[in-house]
């Protein structure tokens, strides 16, 4: 059962950990939801409210598109757009391919500002969690940003959304499609849920994810029970919580899911597998014991799969299938 996973500790905790859309404004000030750029709502023509509760008014429609993470990219593509920069990442796994011809502009904890400005975007479609900080700076070349992230199935969905007015195009099919894969999931679940831990992993360094996770809200989706649901979020992090073992044990996971971030991905599963077969505590749980250890990949878990979100909730279901036989 197991697969391999690399995912980046930043990316994944910084996607997947913010409490949730908050009202700034482009300088990171919470007090107002105004853009930077001097347009007003009246000399507009397309006005965005974007996940971080941001209001962005446009004075022409955005044409020249920059994203700045794979999710955004994709449902771009997905509702007929395109764009002419993007993230910078090994061409393997750029999607759609038609993407591969856009520049490659840094990713949202490295941005190349002077390449980006090269590319004169209307518009910069960046992380809400990641990016906020770099508004100002990127806002100042002229073009102006609507930021999106996901803690939730239902926040892919608004996603969808406003990417779809901010191109003039219609996400009612792509939400379908997501409702629909939970709804059959729902519907193909017939025995008991499994007890499960999902846990982001590296040396020394464990967490929890909590079902107001993305990860966390796939999981109970695909028919899982988080046998963490009632841990205390850490700070700053609220989406993920310290692990106690003590109530672990108590609860008896009969699956654990590893999200595997930092150092050699390998080396990193084989020594947590090591721990918890050594450890009397872990030893004594039914996941341990049936070595029902699996490994997520990290396109589908690592940060917002976006489109892609139906094929993470049937991986996770399959997973679990498997240990309920």
Same mark, same amino acid.
């Given at each position: ?6 995912i ?7 996607? #997947? %950990?913010?409490?949730?859309? @908050?009202?700034? $404004? ?27 509760? +941001? ?14 993470t ?8 997905a ?6 920069? +993007? /993230? ?20 949202? *904890? ?19 969690? /990641? ?17 999106? =992230?996901?803690?939730?199935? %239902? ?5 969808? %959304? ?6 003039? @195009? ?18 193909? /679940? ?5 007890r499960?831990?999902?846990?982001? =992993?590296?040396?020394?360094s $464990? ?13 109970? @989706?695909?028919?899982g ?10 700070? $700053? ?13 108590e ?9 595997? *971030? =930092? =150092?050699?991905?390998k ?19 039914? %996941? ?11 396109? #589908? ?6 489109i +892609?979100?139906?094929?993470? #909730? ?12």
């Open positions: 059962m197991k697969k391999i996973l690399i980046s500790l930043f990316s994944l905790l910084l996607v #997947l %950990a913010a409490c949730g859309p @908050k009202d700034v $404004n482009s300088s990171g000030d919470t007090s107002e939801t105004t853009s930077k750029q001097k347009i007003s709502k009246e000399a507009a023509v397309l006005t965005i409210t974007d996940m971080a509760g +941001r209001t962005v008014n446009f004075a022409k429609k955005p044409e020249r598109i920059i994203t700045l794979n999710s955004d990219m994709g449902i771009v593509y509702l007929g757009g395109s764009v002419i920069g +993007r /993230q910078t990442m090994d061409a393997s796994g750029v999607e759609p391919s038609a993407a591969l011809k856009a520049t490659e502009v840094g990713n949202t *904890h490295d941005l190349n500002l002077e390449k980006i400005a090269s590319l004169t975007p209307d518009v910069i479609i960046a992380s809400s969690e /990641q990016n906020l900080k770099d508004v100002p700076a990127l806002e100042g070349i002229g073009a102006q940003v609507v930021l999106t =992230g996901a803690n939730s199935i %239902a926040d892919i969905k608004k996603q969808e %959304a406003i990417l779809a007015e901010l191109l003039g @195009k219609d996400a009612t099919n792509l939400q379908k499609e997501i409702d629909q894969k939970v709804a059959e999931i729902k519907q193909e /679940q017939t025995g008991k849920a499994v499960a831990l999902l846990i982001l =992993g590296a040396p020394g $464990n967490y929890a994810a909590l079902p107001n996770s993305l990860s966390g809200d796939i999981l109970e @989706k695909a028919g029970v988080n046998v963490a649901k009632d841990f205390k979020g850490v700070e $700053n992090f609220p989406q993920y919580a310290s692990l106690n073992i003590e109530k672990i044990v609860s008896d996971p009969e699956v654990i899911f590893l999200m595997i *971030h =930092g =150092g050699d991905e080396e990193t599963e084989l020594a947590f597998q090591k721990e918890m077969k050594q450890n009397d505590a872990w030893n004594s749980t039914t %996941a341990v014991k049936n070595n029902n250890i699996v490994v997520l990949p990290a396109d #589908l878990f690592g940060t917002n799969p976006g +892609r979100i139906t094929k993470a #909730l049937d991986y996770m279901a399959n997973e679990l299938n498997q240990v309920s036989k």
